[in-house]
């Protein structure tokens, strides 16, 4: 059997997106100020100053948020550095599917933000009134620069490839045994994750089941089944297989149990079907109590890092 390190890569993205707002720091600030001013007791302002208003986020915003759900979807957490591992069955995908967001949000924050930039400078100005010198608007060059998109790929370090000069071969021997057992429970520790995803979404189907059951007659609009229920498994069930780079037997069991049990429901079918919606929520039910007994030989410890962070 061929060593799972063949089978993938590691891959980071940092993504940065402007809030809007004008900063904790100058918020802080001018709450201090209004303290003073009013004889507020101290820390009981809260401050907060929306330079770029939601509407004229939205373009750029649905893009990263679909940016970084392909990219978590198609990635397991590697490390406390912002690494996960992509499969090398998915690279050509990935890095076509990556590319185009890339693409979609440049062209995105060039027509929606840059090139309104007077216009929304002057709106910001506007709203604030007698507080927009005080929180002023940042500068072409700055607002440019709060957009970015950064992908790193690299190659899984192989223990065979470790070479230290002025060290024994047993020396060597033991670092790379040491490198190898570090990965292979960085590798169960992304299998647990995976586990846990599943989990989370059986958990959450059964709930919203037995809140649909439970609602009285008249009340299901309140209490909707959402295709997302049925759609989310299938997707999982269609990804991880390929995210199992390891064949892990007991993530191979689960997946195929919940693809051969679950995914076949119909949304809309469940919501009017009260037989139905039983028949999924213990089948669901069943595949969780089996999840309680999963005990994962991992550290307890987060290797999982959001490298997709906003910028302030």
Request: net charge negative; hydrophobic share 40%.
């Amino acid at each position: 059997m061929s060593d799972w390190r063949n089978k993938a890569i590691l891959v980071r993205l940092s993504l940065g997106a402007w809030s809007g707002n004008a900063g904790q720091r100058k918020c802080r600030a001018l709450a201090a100020e209004m303290e003073q001013q009013h004889g507020t007791q101290r820390n009981k302002l809260k401050a907060d100053a929306e330079l770029l208003s939601r509407e004229d986020r939205m373009t750029v915003q649905g893009i990263v948020s679909k940016a970084r759900a392909y990219y978590y979807a198609h990635t397991v957490p590697w490390d406390d550095r912002g690494w996960r591992m992509l499969p090398a069955k998915l690279f050509m995908e990935f890095k076509e599917t990556m590319a185009s967001f890339a693409d979609d949000l440049e062209a995105a924050v060039q027509r929606s933000i840059l090139d309104r930039y007077e216009e929304l400078r002057e709106k910001a100005r506007r709203g604030l009134n007698g507080l927009a010198d005080a929180v002023p608007f940042p500068s072409y060059e700055k607002l440019k620069a709060k957009y970015r998109w950064q992908l790193g790929l690299e190659q899984l370090p192989r223990p065979e490839d470790l070479r230290v000069e002025c060290l024994a071969d047993y020396q060597m021997e033991e670092l790379r045994a040491q490198m190898k057992e570090r990965q292979d429970k960085q590798l169960q520790a992304a299998v647990a994750k995976m586990v846990e995803e599943i989990r989370k979404l059986l958990a959450n189907l059964v709930e919203q089941i037995s809140k649909r059951n439970e609602a009285r007659t008249g009340d299901e609009r309140r209490t909707p089944l959402h295709d997302s229920l049925i759609e989310n498994l299938r997707e999982v069930c269609r990804i991880m297989p390929t995210l199992n780079v390891g064949d892990d037997p007991f993530l191979a069991n689960l997946i195929h149990k919940v693809d051969s049990e679950l995914t076949s429901y119909d949304a809309d079918s469940l919501r009017h079907s009260w037989g139905l919606r039983d028949q999924l929520k213990d089948k669901a039910s069943s595949i969780l109590s089996e999840l309680a007994n999963y005990a994962p030989n991992v550290e307890n410890e987060e290797v999982d890092c959001d490298a997709a962070t906003t910028a302030a």
